[in-house]
Nanobody
């Protein structure tokens, strides 16, 4: 069983940056696809970004493209989400997720098997 723990969230002003981390325990993340999702207040959970198990493929949702970078460090069993130029509409609970190495789209929440508890990101205007 993979246990995921997010950290790095917080309160930041518009234009600021945050780096979210997703630390795994229980099993190595080496063969997992890693994804980040977010749930804004009163809205459904939505895809943010994903990285393949080989790190050769990355995907970004249009609202964050150019401002967010996903990465992973298999030696540290950790995935990251660097977020720059943050906007108030980025305010949400951010979740990391782990899914099978062979995954259809990498953007669907139902493709992922393991989830963290989430970390709050609040961007003030």
């Amino acid at each position: 069983q993979v246990r995921l723990v997010e950290s790095g969230g917080g309160l930041v002003q518009t234009g600021g940056s945050l780096r979210l981390s997703c630390a795994a325990s229980g099993r190595t993340l080496r063969t997992y696809t890693m994804g980040w999702f977010r749930q804004p207040p009163g809205k459904e959970r939505e895809f943010v970004s994903a990285i393949s198990w080989t790190s050769d493929k990355t995907y970004y949702a249009d609202p964050v493209k150019g401002r967010v970078t996903i990465s992973r460090d298999n030696a540290k069993n950790t995935a990251y989400l660097q977020m720059n130029s943050l906007k108030p509409e980025d305010t949400a609970v951010y979740y990391c997720a782990a899914g099978p190495r062979w995954i259809a789209t990498m953007t669907g929440a139902n493709e992922y098997d393991h989830w963290g508890q989430g970390t709050q990101v609040t961007v003030s205007s």
